[in-house]
């Protein structure tokens, strides 16, 4: 059974800190690795990796891959209130559907 | 920027009802899907619709679930006969053809909340 593994599980930081939040998965067949942001409904994406090694940024996030030790990590530099949501991490396996195999999350909570 | 829209936002039946949720997917998308996320727990795949038949189904969409596009813009989730532990979000998503420049990402809606009595 594919498996996609987050942590931490929930995180409280202040205004003005870095965090990284990892992912690590277990698949029969990869395509690519999403992050999204959840705020209160629809997951908004973030970032999709297929290879290893390449950083994606967009802003103050960023994202890398190691497909040797099947993980991720998405990194926020100076954070900010607006930054608290659930961060969720999805593989993508090839076939039919293409589906998405989400982790449970990371909370994240930046504090003034 | 194009979005999916689901209706409703929030649906309540009575246990043994039958349940249709709507999505209208971003209009040039070809790949549909819906998921669903019980609270607190991950979202999950159910079932994913490519040229007006479903291409990939998990082991919770059962005969109780079933999908379709009655006309060329909706595509619709119907639950049979709900159960209380169909009572979750249900997301809709979409995505476009992989391009050769990129690839397409799923595009999901704001969600339908479907609670069971």
């Known amino acids: 059974e594919d498996k996609v593994v987050q942590s931490p599980l929930s995180l409280v930081v202040h205004e003005g800190d870095t965090v990284t939040l990892n992912c690590s998965y277990e698949v029969t067949n990869f395509r690519s690795l999403l992050w999204y942001k959840q705020e209160k409904k629809a997951p908004t994406f973030l970032f999709m990796l297929?290879?290893?090694?390449i950083e994606k940024k967009s802003g103050r996030l960023s994202s890398i891959l190691d497909k040797k030790e099947l993980f991720s990590i998405l990194n926020i530099t100076a954070t900010q209130t607006g930054d608290s949501a659930i961060y969720l991490c999805?593989?993508?396996?090839?076939?039919?559907?293409?589906?998405?195999?989400f982790g449970t999350g990371t909370q994240l909570k930046v504090e003034l | 920027e194009p979005e999916v829209t689901q209706t409703p936002s929030h649906q309540v039946t009575q246990m043994g009802q039958e349940v249709i949720l709507r999505c209208v997917p971003i209009s040039n998308h070809l790949y549909f899907y819906w998921y669903r996320q019980i609270l607190g727990q991950k979202v999950e795949f159910l079932v994913s619709f490519y040229n007006n038949e479903i291409s990939e189904k998990s082991e919770i969409f059962d005969d109780q679930f079933s999908v379709e596009r009655p006309d060329g813009s909706n595509f619709t989730l119907k639950i049979r006969s709900t159960k209380l532990e169909d009572s979750a979000m249900y997301f809709c998503?979409?995505?476009?053809?992989?391009?050769?420049?990129?690839?397409?990402?799923?595009?999901f809606g704001a969600g339908s909340r479907l609670t069971v009595l």
């Open positions: 297929t290879s290893s090694g």
């Open positions: 998503a979409s995505r476009g053809r992989r391009a050769s420049s990129g690839a397409n990402v799923l595009t």
């Open positions: 999805a593989v993508e396996s090839p076939g039919g559907g293409n589906k998405l195999t």
